[in-house]
């Protein structure tokens, strides 16, 4: 029989485990794919967030119809299509831990806040830039998500722009091995490790800058972006950060 997408994701990261520790642990693959499931569902929501922008920034147009409502049925279909199939409304059918649903589920429950939390700035008529954008919502959705749940998820990257999503020194390491030219651009390329003593494990999702992206990071470079930041001078596919997430072990 066929193992199904996420099942053959579980074996890969289970064998990948096995194939990069001395010591193979199922509680450790299990964590480690729950990690994987919350860095690509924070990484839905930005792509949600960056189909948007163009009807969000409409200054000729009020009320919008990007509700939280709206917001979740974009999410829950691009998080399934890269998920291979997990459907974030049926997750008592997937396979992983009862843990890993909830957190989807608050990490999810999260992402609406904000965007309900919005809706007055995005619908506001002869506004253009609103300031809800992909890393925006991400920064905010994750900071609400990791005061509540015993997991630490954030935005990072080299040349940052909010100091909280400063790195750390694990992740300035990811970051660069990220930013190297031979790293893959295609697929969910993550690199994970267990830290702190084997008490953490910690796991990284890059992001890499799209056509989109260059509005506001691409050159020329020390130019005013429409957020008020000066460009990076960054082009199309180099690194642009990336999602990090730590969850204890032992929880």
Not at 23 to 33: G, I, L, W
Not at 39 to 56: C, D, E, K, M, Y
Not at 72 to 83: D, I
């Amino acid at each position: 029989m066929k193992p199904s997408p996420f099942r053959a994701l579980c074996l890969a990261v289970l064998v990948g485990i096995c194939m990069n520790r001395d010591v193979c642990s199922a509680s450790q693959a299990e964590t480690e794919v729950v990690a994987r499931l919350l860095a690509l569902l924070l990484s839905s929501g930005r792509v949600v967030l960056a189909h948007n922008q163009p009807l969000i920034n409409d200054a000729t147009k009020g009320e919008k119809g990007f509700t939280a409502a709206a917001f979740e049925a974009q999410v829950v279909e691009e998080f399934k299509k890269r998920s291979g199939g997990i459907d974030l409304r049926q997750l008592d059918a997937v396979m992983i831990p009862d843990k890993g649903k909830s957190l989807l589920q608050a990490l999810l429950a999260a992402g609406q806040e904000v965007i309900d939390g919005k809706q007055a700035i995005i619908n506001e008529r002869f506004l253009g830039y609103k300031n809800v954008i992909p890393a925006t919502w991400g920064t905010w959705t994750s900071q609400k998500f990791s005061q509540r749940n015993h997991v630490l998820l954030k935005q990072t990257a080299l040349d940052y722009r909010n100091p909280n999503n400063a790195p750390d020194e694990f992740e300035t390491r990811i970051l660069r091995k990220f930013a190297a030219p031979d790293y893959p651009r295609e697929g969910q390329q993550v690199l994970s490790e267990v830290t702190n003593g084997g008490k953490t494990l910690r796991l990284m999702l890059p992001l890499y800058h799209k056509k989109d992206c260059l509005v506001c990071h691409g050159t020329p470079k020390g130019e005013i972006d429409i957020s008020g930041y000066r460009k990076e001078g960054h082009r199309e596919g180099e690194a642009a950060g990336a999602i990090s997430v730590a969850i204890p072990l032992s929880e």
